[in-house]
């Protein structure tokens, strides 16, 4: 069955700290797709990063960065000199490549960065 | 990139009462829409899929009797949340599929934060 697993249920850090939030996912497809989106308080999902099975390298956007390991099913992220603005709930999702396409979300990442 | 709306982005209503939260691909034809549901402090539940033309096809668990859906047109789709009760009180995220470099993306809505009292 697919599943995605954040065993972080919160994370608070200082500001200026780096911050690994992990996921883990567990799928029969060969070919799916991995998503990080950010809920901040408003509610709206923002869209970080979409990764698919085939694509292994790691990515790095800004101060954000992403690893990939197919070997572990991981698909950790990282937050590198983390802001107030960082704060958020954080979601990792995995999404089937057959049927409806649907989408299968974690149970979320609350991080709180204090300034 | 394709922009989704809700329509209300936040309602109150009374027990036993009906409400209606409309999503719309604006820039976009979506044949296939998401409503998912998200309790406090909790992960985005899918309640249904919602086929343009045809029934919608409800998660395990949830009561298509009490959560109408209807997809009238490539760009809207409507949940209706029949005779309330505060246990509906939840933020109802709709998400609209389209496809994209020969796989399907979905893309999210702002969400509607229902309140029942």
């Known amino acids: 069955a697919q599943k995605v697993t954040q065993a972080q249920t919160e994370i608070s850090v200082v500001e200026k700290e780096d911050v690994t939030l992990d996921c883990v996912y567990e799928t029969r497809d060969t070919t799916y797709y991995l998503f990080w989106y950010k809920q901040p308080p408003s509610g709206e999902l923002v869209f970080l990063i979409r990764?698919?099975?085939?694509?292994?390298q790691n990515e790095i956007s800004g101060r954000y960065s992403w690893n990939f390991q197919k070997s572990t099913s991981s698909f950790n992220f990282t937050i590198t000199a983390s802001q107030v603005v960082d704060s958020a709930v954080y979601f990792c999702?995995?999404?089937?490549?057959?049927?409806?396409?649907?989408?299968?979300f974690g149970t979320g990442t609350r991080l709180k960065v204090l300034a | 990139g394709a922009v989704v709306s809700q329509h209300p982005s936040r309602v109150i209503c009374k027990s036993g009462t009906s409400v209606k939260i409309e999503c719309r691909s604006l820039?976009?034809?979506?044949?296939?829409m998401f409503w998912y549901r998200q309790f406090p402090k909790q992960s985005l539940m899918l309640m249904a899929t919602s086929n343009e033309g045809s029934k919608a096809t409800y998660e395990q668990g949830v009561e298509k009797d009490k959560f109408l859906i209807n997809h009238a047109s490539l760009t809207l789709s409507t949940l209706t949340v029949t005779s309330a009760h505060p246990e509906d009180s939840s933020f109802y995220i709709c998400s609209a599929r389209v496809q994209f470099r020969g796989t399907y993306e979905q893309y999210f809505g702002p969400g509607t934060r229902l309140t029942v009292t």
């Open positions: 820039d976009f034809q979506a044949t296939t």
């Open positions: 990764r698919n099975s085939f694509d292994e």
């Open positions: 999702a995995l999404k089937e490549t057959s049927g409806t396409y649907k989408y299968i």
